[in-house]
């Protein structure tokens, strides 16, 4: 299975990843647009919701120049259910052989998850290279993953959980990060009082780094 397609031609130029829990699908369309207007194209909405998939779907049908990402798949079934409401590709948290197998076959590029040199091994054995490295503070952040870019050599890595502002750029110095992902440009506040201009302001910040 070494021809699985790659995240990184979805990537393009873009560095960061915002994580967005949805609460409510009317929400989606506006905040995924105020991303992009702020420069932020590539996006995550997480499987954490009950309006998660309907919110994914409507982003999908009416957001111009936006690439979505469904994550915290957890089990296969959600592979199915997020290549249906539009991904274009799949991120999970932490992967299993049977949920590595399912993104595997789904024909999507995917960031699964790993979090341990034996984790990213096994991935590595189903045939994919570039990972996300999750909860990418907690597991050892900087200092891990320039551990793991010997014996690793071929792995590119999107960390995730505890990225700010304040630490993206340490991140994205490392040969071995491609992009980071975080829900720090969406914060719940501006969300739910619906400022989309903050959320564009802090969109434009983020895509300056790296
Ligand atoms: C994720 O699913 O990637 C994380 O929940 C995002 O982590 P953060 O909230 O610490 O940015």
């Keep these: 299975m070494s021809t699985l397609p790659r995240f990184s031609p979805l990537l393009g130029a873009a560095r960061v990843i915002p ?38 779907e409507a982003i999908a049908k009416h957001c111009t120049g936006v690439v979505l990402g469904i994550g915290t798949v957890l089990v296969p079934s959600q592979v199915k259910e997020a290549k249906d409401a539009g991904a274009q590709f799949l991120v999970t948290p932490g992967t299993s052989e049977k949920l590595g197998l399912a993104v595997a076959e789904s024909g999507l590029a995917a960031l699964p998850g790993a979090a341990t040199v034996s984790e990213m091994v096994a991935l590595m054995e189903m045939g994919f290279h570039e990972l996300k490295f999750f909860p990418a503070e907690a597991a050892g952040g900087i200092n891990y993953l320039k551990s793991v870019a010997g014996p690793l050599a071929e792995l590119k890595f999107c960390p995730t959980g505890g990225i700010s502002a304040a630490n993206a750029n340490a991140y994205l110095a490392l040969g071995n990060v491609m992009c980071v992902g975080g829900s720090w440009i969406t914060p719940k506040a501006a969300v739910d009082a619906k400022n989309w201009a ?13």
Aim: glycine share 6%.
């Design 19 to 56: 994580v967005l829990t949805l609460e409510t699908v009317e929400e989606a369309v506006p905040l995924a647009e105020a991303l992009r207007d702020g420069g932020i194209t590539v996006i995550e909405v997480t499987l954490r919701t009950k309006a998660a998939l309907k919110a994914c």
């Design 198 to 210: 903050e959320i564009t302001r802090l969109a434009a910040e983020a895509a300056k780094l790296g």
